[in-house]
């Protein structure tokens, strides 16, 4: 499948969100998603998603009233906070590759203690839970038809 580009604008505007969606920390010594790093990451994993974004990066230029990276810090905070509200299937898919993205950066892995690998083959450790709180719903009647 050839590679679709983002255009100069969206590109932009997508890094200006993606410092807003997660911003950098000197307290835990992480960059934010808008590092050079973590920012090519995002770029090169839209694959599927390519036009999901390009989607919400148009309503964000619409509730922007133009180039959302173009606004000054305060007035994208509250464009940014009414895209959050108004959501969408197309935000939601923004954010997920953010996100993912984000995770598998070796400095913020190693900021939440995690070694920065792969989970698989050597796998990691997951504290047992508490297997009572389950309870609630094993309770409940199903939810679903039983078919004929």
Not at 5 to 11: A, G, Q
Not at 40 to 49: E, G
Not at 71 to 80: F, I, M, T
Not at 118 to 137: C, R
Request: glycine share 6%; charged share 30%; proline share 7%.
């Amino acid at each position: 499948m050839p590679e679709r580009l983002l255009s100069h604008e969206d590109v932009s505007d997508l890094r200006a969100l993606a410092r807003i969606i997660i911003p950098p920390s000197a307290a835990y010594g992480v960059p934010g998603a808008d590092d050079d790093l973590i920012f090519s990451d995002i770029c090169r994993s839209l694959d599927r998603d390519h036009d999901d974004v390009c989607r919400a990066l148009a309503d964000l230029r619409a509730l922007s009233g133009g180039a959302f990276a173009d606004l000054d810090a305060e007035r994208r905070k509250q464009v940014s906070s009414v895209f959050r509200e108004k959501g969408g299937n197309a935000l939601a898919a923004l954010v997920r590759v953010v996100l993912l993205c984000y995770y598998r950066d070796d400095r913020v892995m190693i900021s939440l203690g995690q070694e920065p690998r792969s989970p698989f083959p050597k796998g990691h450790t997951v504290e047992q839970g508490d297997l009572s709180l389950l309870d609630p719903v094993r309770a409940r009647p199903p939810i679903w038809r039983k078919v004929k």
